[in-house]
C-alpha cells in the first residue's frame, strides 16, 4: 500500500480516528446533531461486545429486562444529587398524538429511578434478595461537542442495576462483576489492557459512595474509560424507598449497585489498537476472523475459496469468502485491511499452480505462503496467537509511557505523553485541582501493587493521571 | 390445583390475560401512560425469539445496524401518504440540553425514513445492490389504549429494509423473509400455526405496494397480526431518491422492501398457547425448558437434583434447578407452572427411597414416575415431542374453527367464534366496509390452497375474515 489511505495517526490522530471510522464503514452522522448511525461492520463488532459481555454477566447470575424510555420528570427530581448530574443533557418530550402533554416526560438518560421504583414495588422480604438486574437499551444525553462512538447524544449501553440486603454484598457484587465482568472482557476479548482503580471523590458518580473504573490508554496516549461500577449505599433506596424486612422481620432499607458499558468500548477498540492501515480488530471480537479472497474468477480458484470457506466453519471460525471478482482484487484488500480482518488469505491462480495460497496477518503484517491443504488449519491455529500479540503490544505500549513521578508538575509532563503515576498522598485533592486546569484527570487510584483498593481504603494509594476522552 | 389461580379463560379472556401477564412475572406498566416494564421472564422469552429470529434474518444476508432515535420532523413530511400514518401517533422531542430546539424531533415511530436517507448515500452502483439491512430497536407510537405486549406506545421489534436492481428482486427477497424467517419461525419455534395471506388495500401499510402478513388464532379465536412485510415499489426510492447507475450505466429508482416483527408475539404466544393454569411455553421459546424442584432440604434430594442438572445441560437443554427448600414446595411448583415452563421434574424424599421422580408436562399435565437414572435423558427426549404436540394442537384448535361461508351475514357470525373464509369476489370492498362496522377485518387474502398470492394475482382469491388485536 504506498498510497495514503488515511491521515497517519502521527500526523493528526482525531483525523486518523475520524477518516477510519468512515472508510472502515463504522459509522455515520445522524441527521439530528449528535446522533450516531452505526453502520454493518460496526455494529458486527458491536453485537460481538454485546454478546460475549451479557454471557458473562449472566453467569453473575443478572437477569435482563427491558423498561420504558419514557421518564416522569418527577422521578428524576426525587434524587437531587442524580439530577444534577443529569438535567442540562435531557431531551424531553411536551407533545404525544398530536397533543401537548400535561406532563412532560424525560428520554431517559439512565434507567436508575425506573429500576429504583421497580425495585421498591417487588422486593419486600429478604428472599427477594439480591434482585440482580441489567438492562440493553439506548439512552440519551444531550450532548454539544459529539464524536462518533466516544460522544454521541444517543448512544448504546448496558446498565446494571442490583439490590442487596448488606452493604458488604453489595459491595462484593459490584467489585466481582468489574472483575469478572469488565476487567476479564477488556482484557481477554477487547485485547485492551485496562487499569482498575477508584475514582476520586471528584471523579464519582452522582450519588455513589464507590466508583470503580477500567481506564485504557489509546494510541494517542489518552485514557479512555471503558466501564464503571458504582456502589451507591443507601441512597437510592431511602430516594426511592427500597426496604425489605430482614430475617428478624425488621424493616430495612436495601443496598444497591449499578455499573455500565457502551458502545464507546468501540471507539476503545479503534484507537487501542488501529494503524495507518486501518482498524486492526483482536481476533475474538472480530465479526470475521478470516476472510479469503478469490483474486480472479478461476472456476479452481473458487473452489479452493468455497473448501477453506467450509473448513475454517466447521472449526467455528467466523470466516467470509470475497469472491465479488468483478471488484478489483487491490480494491478488497485496502477493504478488508481497513476493516481490520485479523487474518486474510488470499488465493490466485499463479500460486495455486504450486498448491499454495498467501496467508496475511493484519497484526505485523507478516506474509505465509502456504499448501492450501493445509492453510485453513493453520489459519485457524494463528487466531489465538493473534489474540496473545495484540494483547502484549498494547499492553507494552502502555506500560512503556506510565511514568512514575513525584510531584504536580512531573504529573503534568508525563500526562502530556502517557500516564503518570503519583502517590495520592502527595497530589491529593488540590494537586487534582491544579492537572485539572490543564484538562488532566485522576483516572483512578490504586493500591501500590496496581490492584483495586476497597472504598474505605485511604493509605498509600497511588493516582493515575491523564489527559482522556 | 383447586384453588383457582386465575380468572378462567372462559369467564373473561381479557382479565385472563392481564392476570396471567402479573402473575407469570412477564410484564408491568411503567409509569407514562401507555409504556411497558418488561420483567426478567417476560424478556427471556423475548431473548428467545429475538436470537432465533435474528439467526434467520442473517441466514438471509441482511445486516444489522443501530440508527437514531431522533427523526428530523422534516424527514416525516417528504413522504406524504406515510406521515399520514403516523403523525397522530408521533412523540416530539421539544427540549434539549436545558434549551428549546430550534427544530423539534420525532422520536422514531418506525426508522424507514432513515433508511432511506442511508441508502439513498450509500447506493451508487448496481454492485452496491441488494442492500439488505435490519434494526432492532424501541419505536414510539403514542397510544390511547394500550394492553402489555400487544398494544404499548413504546415497543421493541426488528425492522428489515432493503433496496433491490429490480421489482422481481425485490418480490422475491420479501416473500422469501416472509415465508422462510416469518412463517417458518412462528410454526416452528412458537409452535403458532400462522395463515400467510395478502392484505387488501384498505388493510395494506400506508405507502406499500403490497403487504404480506402472519395471522395466528388467539384461544378467544381473535386473530392477532403477528409479523408483515411490505414490498414498496419505487415510492420511497422516489421520496429519498435512491437511485443506482445499472450495468448499461442507466440511472434507475431502486425497489425496497420493508418488514417486521415485534414484542407483540410475545403477547401472541401468551394467548395463543396458554390455559387457566398460566403459561404454557413451547420448548423452542422457553427460557427454561426443564425444571428441577428439591422438594426438601434433604442432601440426597440435593445431589440428584444435581445431578439432572448436569446431564441436562450436558444435553443443551435449557435447565433451572430450583434448590429454594426455604420456600413452600406447593407455591414454586405454583409459580413454574405459571411461567409455563414444559417440563417439571420433582424429586422428594418419600419418591427417591424408591429411586423415582416424578415428570410432569405443562401441556398435557401428565405426570410420571420415573427412574431417577433415566429421567433426566427421557426429559430431553420429551421436548420435541411437546413442541410439536403443541402446534398440532393450536392447529386443531384454528381449523376447528375456521368456517367456509358464502356470504357476508354468514362471515359476520363466523367471525363471533373463528374465522370465516370467503371468496374474495363475494365479500369486495363493499362487503369489506359492511364488516368493518361490527369491527370485523380482513385479515389476510389467500389463494384457493391456501398459499399466498403474488401482489398482482387476483383471481379466484380468499379472505380470511375476523376481530382481531
Redesign the interface.
Known sequence: MSKKILTPQEEDFPAWYQEVVAKAEMA?N???RG??????WG??V??QMQQQMDQRIKQQDA??????????ME?LEREAEHVEGF????????????KELKE??A?RPTSET?FG??MS?YIQGH?DLPML?NQW??V?R???RTRLFLRS??F?WQEGHTAHATEQDASEYATNIHHNVYEEFMNNVLACPVLVGRKTEAERFPGATNTMACEAMMKDTKALQMATSHELGQNFAKAFNISFNDSDGKLQHVWTTSWGASTRMVGGVIMAHGDDQGLRLPPNVAPQQVVSIAIKDDAEVLDVVNKIDAELKDSNVRHKADL?T??SFGRRATAWELKGVPLRIEVGPRDLKEGKATLIRRDTSEKQSLDINKIAAIAAETLPQIQSAMLAEATKFRDDRIKEVKTVDEAREAAQVGFGKIPWDVLGTEGEAELAKDAITVRCLQKEDGSLPKADENDNLIAIVAKSY
Not at 446522533?35 to 454493518?40: E, K, N
Request: charged content about 20%.
Open positions: 455515520d445522524g441527521p439530528v446522533t450516531q448511525m452505526i453502520r454493518p455494529f458486527a458491536w453485537e437477569m435482563n429486562v427491558a423498561f420504558p424510555l419514557f421518564i416522569p422521578y438535567s442540562p443533557e435531557l431531551a424531553v418530550v411536551t407533545h404525544g398524538g398530536g412532560p416526560v428520554v425506573l421504583e421497580y414495588k428472599r438486574l437499551c439506548n440519551v444531550w450532548e454539544m447524544s444517543e448504546i465479488r468483478d471488484v
